[in-house]
């Protein structure tokens, strides 16, 4: 029981430091973020939970994607050649 505890705040803390992140460059996610990880706290069902848990993860992996998007977009950016010192 206190190992699930334990697990549940690392995981919330981790969270909510995700969604700081995130607001940085897709607002939108911060959001639905900060949404979704209210609904994983509290007394709830675990059925409930778990659907909210899936959602999370739903979102966490497309928000991936995203990043994964914009870093081979920033890597195929040509750099401009450099100016020689003068």
């Known amino acids: 029981m206190a190992?699930?505890?334990?697990?549940?705040?690392?995981?919330?803390?981790?969270?909510q430091r995700l969604s700081r992140e995130v607001v940085k460059s897709y607002p939108?996610?911060?959001?639905?973020?900060?949404?979704?990880?209210?609904r994983t706290?509290?007394?709830?069902p675990d059925i409930e939970r778990a659907a909210h848990y899936?959602?999370?993860g739903t979102l966490l992996i497309d928000l991936g994607r995203l990043y994964l998007a914009?870093?081979?977009?920033l890597a195929?950016?040509?750099?401009?050649?450099e100016m020689p010192p003068t």
């Open 41 to 44: 706290c509290g007394l709830i």
């Open 28 to 38: 939108q996610f911060g959001e639905m973020l900060a949404q979704n990880m209210l």
């Open 3 to 15: 190992a699930e505890i334990l697990t549940e705040d690392l995981l919330r803390i981790s969270l």
């Open 54 to 56: 899936r959602e999370l």
């Open 70 to 73: 914009e870093a081979d977009v």
């Open 76 to 81: 195929t950016v040509e750099m401009p050649p």
